[in-house]
């Protein structure tokens, strides 16, 4: 059975800091995986996704990678800033998504 | 284009009640899922169609749920003698045609049982 896990939990951390997100699954089998940004109280926003053949995938101050053969993926965020606060998700697709159950950051001003 | 949208996007509903939430998936997508978030957690699989038939039900929590896509489009999830436990947000999402293709996801509708 897959099994997605997230860590930290939570973070916060000072403006300006680069900082890693963790994920891990536990079967390689997946067809891809995707990073979310959920704020509070809304719907997920697609942030990176990177398929099973790739290894990661970039996009302005962020950055993914996938390492299927160890089942980690991790989510770089570059200088962070406060519009940054959120909860991330990462998921991997099956057939369906196993999501985490996310990281909450919080960037301090 | 449109994408996946749904209706109402907040309900508020009492125990007991019966409820319907809707998605209308992007044009042209064949396979539509349905996922359950509760508050602090990741969304959860409930529901996947492919066409008009449920290709896996295997998320639904009991048969108080229950979901139809009837014309392959449209889908409607139904929830009877709704408990407070079913206070959630309820995703839907589309792909193309196959389950391996990436899904695109709805803003959801947050349902509140009092």
């Known amino acids: 059975k897959q099994e997605v896990t997230q860590i930290p939990a939570a973070l916060s951390v000072p403006e300006g800091e680069n900082l890693v997100l963790n994920c891990s699954f536990t079967d390689s089998a997946i067809y891809n995986l995707q990073w979310f940004r959920q704020d509070p109280g809304k719907g997920l926003t697609s942030l990176l996704l990177i398929q099973s053949s790739q290894r990661e995938q970039t996009s302005g101050r962020l950055n993914a990678s996938l390492d299927k053969s160890s089942g980690r993926s991790t989510l770089y965020i570059a200088a962070s800033q406060p519009g940054d606060s959120a909860t991330y998700l990462c998921a991997v697709l099956t057939y369906k998504y196993i999501f985490g159950t996310g990281t909450r950051l919080k960037v301090l001003a | 284009g449109a994408g996946v949208s749904q209706t109402p996007s907040n309900k508020v509903t009492e125990k007991g009640k019966y409820v319907e939430l809707r998605c209308d998936p992007i044009?042209?997508?064949?396979?539509l899922y349905w996922y359950r978030q509760s508050l602090g957690q990741g969304p959860e699989f409930l529901i996947y169609?492919?066409?008009?038939?449920?290709?896996?039900d295997s998320g639904l929590p009991n048969d108080r749920f229950f979901a139809v896509r009837p014309e392959g489009s449209v889908s409607t999830l139904k929830i009877q003698r709704t408990e407070r436990g079913d206070s959630a947000v309820y995703l839907c999402?589309?792909?193309?045609?196959?389950?391996?293709?990436?899904?695109?996801f709805g803003p959801g509708t947050r349902l509140l049982v009092l």
């Open positions: 999402a589309s792909s193309f045609q196959r389950s391996s293709e990436t899904q695109y």
């Open positions: 169609f492919q066409g008009t038939g449920a290709a896996d």
């Open positions: 044009s042209g997508h064949t396979a």
